[in-house]
């Protein structure tokens, strides 16, 4: 079993960038699919982006194609997602997970705390 620890957020203004950063420890997650994932203010937790193992084939939620790319190293450990032209309403906790697959993106692991992304108007 993975731990996840998302670091990377913090406060910005509409238009800006931020990177968010998932750490692992314990087992590998190299050989599977990942997930971010978020969840807003009195909503449920959605799918962001999710990449498979190798990192070649990526999905995006449509409310951020074109604007958020997710990118893994696995020699490191770590899965990345780079946002920009960020939105009042990409405001959310945003987490990651090891996905069961790039269609059945479940996630597979305990959430871990989540690092908040707040973007003013």
């Not at 509409?14 to 590998?28: F, N, P, V, Y």
């Not at 050989?31 to 999710?50: C, L, N, T």
């Not at 490191?76 to 946002?83: D, G, P, R, T």
Request: contains cysteine.
């Amino acid at each position: 079993q993975v731990q996840l620890v998302e670091s990377g957020g913090g406060l910005v203004q509409a238009g800006g960038s931020l990177r968010l950063s998932c750490a692992a420890s314990g087992r590998t997650f190299s050989g599977y699919a990942m997930g971010w994932f978020r969840q807003a203010p009195g909503k449920e937790r959605e799918v962001v982006a999710v990449i498979d193992w190798s990192g070649i084939t990526t999905y995006y939620a449509d409310s951020v194609k074109g604007r958020f790319t997710i990118s893994r190293d696995n020699a490191k450990n770590m899965v990345y997602l780079q946002m920009n032209s960020l939105k009042p309403e990409d405001t959310a906790v945003y987490y990651c997970n090891r996905i069961a697959s790039m269609s059945n993106r479940n996630a597979l692991n305990p959430w871990g705390q989540g690092t908040l992304v707040t973007v003013s108007s």
